[in-house]
């Protein structure tokens, strides 16, 4: 079997990738009443007295809401909620797999942007965070937004965020490599949504000072037509030369490319273009913008895909399971600008000086010193910037 066939047979085989499983024991009459009636209302007195003790009187503290509704699942796109429960239920598995946060997936039968904010605000008392997973643009930035205004819990669209997260902590030892920097290198990045935008002001955070987004109508520059607000907004602060064109134009003396778009876009004759020493992230999947080889034919110094079966893998794992540890353990009340760069620098110190080389700018998924390092520096930021539940 390949590996679709053998998923789908797992799959039916499994009938569902997580369980819940109790963390008290109920094998007497005695543990049953301290479980539950009538020892349990002693908590649920307190609670009330002290809503903030819900996060350790419960499993809240340690839980997170993996939410969607169905509509970007990974290439698949408006898929629905229920096709969309195998995706959030792998989610789950890798925030305890990898960052032990529990979490439980639901999936919304809805795509009115009140429904849904107002859907998450009701569950939020049973949740210590909540994931956004899924959600196609431009409704996902206006979501998270909501959501962040309205809960005093952490509001995480791993889509966007976790995505940028990782491509910079790539870049970060990508330029040590190449010998460039944020400050210096021009990166286009194709794919003007949700991942494309939120890795152009992560960038922008580390003080990039030329990138250009490019959407399928071509380079993003001001006065553009047919932009979304999101993309308005964006070229307003990136695109600095007012640069108009193809995606083959803007290449032209690129030191990085970032793909967050569809399959078979650039060409090695575009990448021969590109600065020496370029940086190619083509992460579309299971296709990318340009396979690894022909990028390699068109002169890439360094290239990393979205794939397990090339190096450089620039896989989410690395960030989200971290970010939701360190912020649980926090007890932060949001995630900030702070705590993601922070959460990308520590990705790429993971890797020693020695460690890092063209075909390894990132530590391997199964790292076990990456959700650790993570965790804490998202820890450390949140009480820095005092973020914190009093």
């Given at each position: 079997?390949?590996?679709?066939?053998?998923?789908?047979?797992?799959?039916?085989?499994?009938q569902?990738?997580?369980?819940?499983v109790?963390?008290?024991?109920?094998?007497?009459?005695?543990?049953?009443?301290?479980?539950?009636?009538?020892?349990?209302?002693?908590p649920?007195?307190a609670i009330?007295?002290?809503?903030?003790?819900?996060?350790?009187?419960?499993?809240?503290g340690?839980?997170?809401?993996?939410?969607?509704d169905?509509?970007?699942?990974?290439?698949?796109?408006?898929?629905?909620?229920?096709?969309?429960?195998?995706?959030?239920?792998?989610?789950?598995?890798?925030?305890?797999?990898?960052?032990d946060?529990?979490?439980?997936?639901?999936?919304?039968?809805t795509?009115?942007v009140?429904?849904i904010?107002?859907?998450v605000?009701?569950?939020?008392?049973s949740?210590?965070?909540?994931?956004?997973?899924?959600?196609?643009?431009?409704?996902?930035?206006?979501?998270?937004?909501?959501?962040?205004?309205?809960l005093?819990?952490?509001?995480?669209?791993?889509?966007?965020?976790?995505?940028?997260?990782v491509?910079?902590?790539?870049l970060?030892?990508?330029?040590?490599?190449?010998?460039?920097?944020?400050?210096?290198?021009?990166?286009?990045?194709?794919?003007?949504?949700?991942?494309g935008?939120?890795?152009?002001?992560?960038?922008?955070?580390?003080?990039?000072?030329?990138?250009?987004?490019?959407?399928k109508?071509?380079?993003?520059?001001?006065?553009?037509?047919?932009?979304?607000?999101?993309?308005?907004e964006?070229?307003?602060?990136?695109n600095?030369?007012g640069?108009?064109?193809?995606?083959?134009?803007?290449l032209?003396?690129?030191?990085?490319?970032?793909?967050?778009?569809r399959?078979?876009?650039?060409?090695?004759?575009m990448?021969?273009?590109?600065?020496?020493?370029?940086?190619?992230?083509?992460?579309?999947?299971?296709?990318?913008?340009?396979?690894?080889?022909e990028?390699?034919k068109?002169?890439?110094?360094?290239?990393?895909?979205?794939?397990?079966?090339?190096?450089?893998?620039?896989n989410?794992?690395?960030?989200?399971?971290?970010?939701?540890?360190g912020?649980?353990?926090?007890?932060?009340?949001?995630?900030?600008?702070?705590?993601?760069?922070?959460?990308?620098y520590?990705?790429?110190?993971?890797?020693?000086?020695?460690e890092?080389?063209?075909?390894?700018?990132?530590?391997?998924?199964?790292d076990?010193?990456?959700?650790?390092?993570?965790a804490?520096?998202?820890?450390n930021a949140?009480?820095?910037?005092?973020?914190?539940?009093?």
């Open positions: 079997m390949d590996v679709k066939e053998k998923a789908l047979a797992l799959h039916r085989e499994w569902g990738k997580i369980e819940v109790a963390r008290c024991p109920v094998t007497n009459s005695e543990e049953l009443s301290l479980a539950y009636t009538p020892g349990v209302a002693e649920c007195v009330e007295k002290d809503p903030s003790l819900s996060y350790t009187l419960t499993r809240r340690h839980l997170i809401a993996v939410v969607t169905g509509t970007a699942v990974l290439g698949l796109g408006d898929i629905g909620p229920e096709a969309a429960m195998p995706v959030m239920e792998g989610k789950a598995v890798l925030l305890k797999a990898f960052g946060v529990d979490a439980v997936p639901i999936c919304l039968d795509k009115d009140d429904e904010c107002r859907t605000e009701i569950l939020a008392p949740f210590g965070g909540i994931n956004l997973e899924d959600i196609g643009a431009p409704r996902c930035f206006e979501i998270e937004r909501r959501l962040k205004e309205k005093s819990i952490p509001v995480f669209h791993d889509d966007q965020h976790g995505t940028a997260i491509v910079s902590a790539a970060l030892n990508a330029f040590k490599v190449a010998g460039k920097s944020f400050e210096t290198a021009t990166v286009v990045i194709n794919g003007a949504g949700a991942a935008i939120a890795i152009a002001k992560h960038l922008i955070g580390f003080h990039a000072k030329n990138v250009i987004l490019c959407d109508d071509g380079i993003i520059y001001q006065g553009a037509p047919n932009l979304t607000v999101a993309q308005e964006m070229a307003k602060i990136t600095k030369d640069l108009k064109g193809t995606l083959a134009d803007a032209k003396g690129a030191d990085v490319f970032i793909g967050v778009s399959p078979n876009l650039v060409t090695a004759e990448v021969s273009h590109m600065a020496d020493r370029s940086i190619v992230f083509p992460m579309a999947n299971p296709v990318p913008e340009i396979m690894p080889e990028a390699k068109g002169g890439a110094f360094i290239i990393g895909t979205g794939r397990s079966d090339y190096p450089n893998q620039v989410n794992v690395l960030a989200f399971p971290g970010i939701f540890k912020a649980l353990d926090a007890g932060a009340t949001d995630i900030t600008e702070g705590m993601k760069l922070a959460a990308s520590a990705i790429a110190s993971v890797l020693s000086e020695d890092i080389s063209v075909d390894r700018v990132l530590p391997d998924a199964f076990p010193r990456v959700a650790k390092a993570v804490e520096a998202v820890k949140a009480i820095q910037e005092g973020v914190i539940r009093k």
